[in-house]
């Protein structure tokens, strides 16, 4: 079936460390990629989003970064602080249908 | 411009009572989504309102309901509640919905206990 998964539940960093989260996607017809930051008691809020027609994309500290060869999404973060603590979870889409989560990577950034 | 609102925050129902949560999407945006999220499944669709008309609909019993007004404001109903009904409710809204490819902005959710 169509699923959106993460490779591990939870990662642990350094402050100032690189984090990667991974994610691994099975519908080969997806064209929209997103990850979310979920903080606690909080709403799924938005980091940075990929099409298909593009394998990576840059923002403030974040880059994502796609390979439709192997269905695999990453999201790195750059110079992790404490503040990027939360639940992590990518989502894919095709237009008509609804978004994909995967399960979620709790991100944890000790000081 | 303001973000997505939903009201209450939290609520705690009996079996077999029913509950309407309420949402306000962004200012402009026409479709909102809603989804469950729980521990153990994760977040899933639920259904999308578009211009007042239920576009999709993801694998939720007949209980689940919901319905959109002409100014894009989005109520979901859930009757005859379970237990398994307890869960955090998210509505999602963005300009075009589930038509287009575009990013969908959450709101804080729901938190609802059924005891």
């Known amino acids: 079936g169509e699923s959106v998964g993460l490779h591990l539940p939870t990662l642990s960093v350094q402050e100032g460390d690189n984090s990667i989260i991974n994610c691994a996607y099975s519908?080969?017809?997806?064209?929209?990629f997103i990850w979310y930051k979920q903080e606690s008691g909080k709403g799924p809020q938005f980091i940075i989003d990929?099409?298909?027609?593009?394998d990576k994309r840059q923002g403030q500290r974040v880059t994502v970064l796609l390979n439709k060869t192997v269905k695999h999404l990453s999201l790195q973060i750059a110079a992790t602080q404490p503040g990027d603590s939360a639940v992590y979870f990518c989502?894919?889409?095709?237009?008509?249908?609804?978004?994909?989560f995967g399960k979620g990577t709790t991100l944890s950034v000790s000081s | 411009k303001a973000g997505v609102t939903q009201t209450p925050r939290y609520l705690i129902k009996t079996r077999g009572q029913q509950v309407t949560l309420s949402c306000s999407p962004i200012?402009?945006?026409?479709?909102v989504s809603w989804y469950q999220q729980t521990p153990g499944q994760g977040l899933q669709f639920l259904f999308e309102?578009?211009?007042?008309?239920?576009?999709n609909k993801g694998n939720f019993p007949g209980r689940f309901s919901g319905r959109q007004f002409s100014n894009s404001r989005s109520e979901m109903n859930v009757s005859t509640l379970e237990l398994g009904d307890s869960a955090l409710y998210l509505c999602?809204?963005?300009?075009?919905?589930?038509?287009?490819?575009?990013?969908?902005?959450f709101g804080p959710g729901t938190r609802l206990l059924v005891l």
């Open positions: 999602a809204s963005s300009k075009l919905g589930l038509a287009g490819v575009e990013t969908q902005y």
């Open positions: 519908n080969s017809a997806s064209d929209y």
């Open positions: 990929i099409r298909s027609n593009m």
């Open positions: 989502a894919e889409n095709q237009a008509g249908t609804a978004l994909i």
């Open positions: 200012s402009g945006h026409r479709s």
């Open positions: 309102y578009f211009s007042e008309t239920q576009r």
